[in-house]
């Protein structure tokens, strides 16, 4: 048995297995367990083992851990969707410069969205905390250590959208470069 949240997890479960349009005897059919056990985990009322788990993961066709935490699933189909957009930007990259392109595209993609994450983070939070290393010392004002995560993180993402703009071949028209579509003189 693990400890997790028994309600959440069922919760997710049962939506999966209605959007799958299953029943809860056909999906534990598929999974090779009782239709009562499955009802119990899926109402909330059993904690499954990690195998019973999979089992419904692999049939429900998500990631255990979105069992578990739909956090990750939630953030890896933003990542997808920023992925799409970059892709359509970059889409005038050479063939031959492609592989190098996906692995950038897909970091600044996951970039992009633990950006958006921290900077929500620091709207809501603040960029300053009170700190003090012990209970002695006067509490001082020192910056969020995801203040620095988000600028170093922001450095890296506009390296990496100039790296995959250099890879884009600029073609000369009469005299002009043109790049991504837009003349430039």
Known sequence: MIDL????????IREKRDQKGLTQAELSKICGISKNYFS???????????????????ALD?????????????MESRVAAEVERLEKIFAKIPKEQLDIAEGLITQAARLRILLDDNWRDIMENGEYEKFSQSENQKPYDRKRPIVENYDNRDRTYHAIMKQLTDLIVKETVSGKSKLLGRTRQ
């Open 40 to 58: 119990a985990v899926e109402n909330g009322r059993n904690s499954p083992s990690v195998e019973v788990l999979r089992k419904i993961a692999k």
């Open 62 to 74: 998500v990631s255990l851990l979105f069992l578990l935490d739909d956090r990750i699933d939630d």
């Open 5 to 12: 949240n028994k309600q959440k997890v069922g919760f997710r």
